[in-house]
């Protein structure tokens, strides 16, 4: 305890701290979504596309964060309607936009001028570097999240259990999937500060994945996944900093034992 107060003592720390419980909300909330709509692939397909954001950000002379968000939300609007429209199978159309969007990322970082700072952080993550500016865009980005699910829980339930029969009912099912594809592409850029694009897809989904053995219902489910993000990436923060290891990796790691702990003690329930 004495060590945990020693260290919030630093203000990377305070921020990282804040940070964690940031992207705790935005992944327990979308996260639930993504798990119960087996959006998994597509999230990853949208993780790795707004790469192409981040290298137009460095290319524009702007904070890669900020460029992330359109880019992002666009890419997650391609994938959507691709996958919808176009008479492709749908991890057909999520691999090529997958690769457009990394491969977009690299060129322009290729065209960028002189030295690219902290591309690193932004591929794998860095938590405790997160900058004040950075936090104060995670504050927006999760309140529209939050803001969103509020105002569209019914829709977003309706096409997470039975699509068909939401569209049935009238339901404008294609945009409501579009919005939460959206909102999953904002989570994206929520996280990508702390865990990076490769990685992101851990933090989206596993804290939720855990939460569904216990629960089925949605808003208990986003409740327990918040919860259980800001203890394991808190953890994953404090044992990355006690053992000097890469803080976005050590963050997941914790996350996967956590999970794969969860699952034994369901296993062993089931058993007895």
């Not at 964690?20 to 992944?27: H, I």
């Not at 959006?39 to 950000?57: N, R, T």
Request: aromatic share 12%; with cysteine; hydrophobic share 60%.
């Amino acid at each position: 305890m004495i060590l945990m107060t020693g260290i919030l003592e630093y203000s990377f720390m305070q921020n990282a701290f804040i940070a964690a419980v940031l992207v705790s909300v935005a992944c327990g909330v979308v996260g639930t979504y993504v798990v119960i709509k087996r959006i998994v692939f597509i999230s990853g397909g949208i993780s790795h596309a707004a790469f192409g954001g981040i290298g137009l950000g460095y290319f524009l002379g702007i904070n890669p964060i900020l460029a992330a968000i359109p880019f992002s939300i666009l890419s997650a609007l391609a994938m959507g309607i691709t996958s919808k429209k176009v008479k492709i199978s749908e991890d057909t159309a999520i691999g090529i936009l997958w690769s457009l969007g990394m491969a977009i990322g690299i060129i322009f970082i290729n065209l960028t001028p002189g030295y690219v700072p902290d591309l690193m952080s932004y591929l794998f993550g860095s938590i405790l570097t997160v900058p004040v500016n950075d936090i104060i865009i995670m504050i927006f980005l999760d309140l529209i999240i939050v803001v969103t699910v509020l105002l569209f829980y019914k829709e977003f339930q309706g096409i997470s259990f039975d699509e068909e029969f939401s569209q049935v009912i009238g339901m404008p099912t294609t945009y409501i999937y579009l919005l939460l594809l959206s909102i999953v592409a904002l989570s994206v850029v929520v996280m990508i500060k702390v865990v990076g694009v490769i990685l992101v897809i851990a933090l989206l989904t596993i804290p939720a994945a855990i939460a569904k053995q216990y629960t089925y219902n949605i808003r208990h489910m986003m409740i327990f996944a918040v919860i259980l993000g800001i203890i394991l990436t808190m953890g994953g923060l404090y044992t990355s900093y006690l053992f000097n290891l890469a803080s976005g990796a050590t963050i997941v790691l914790v996350l996967g034992l956590g999970f794969i702990f969860s699952s034994a003690i369901q296993k062993l329930k089931k058993s007895l």
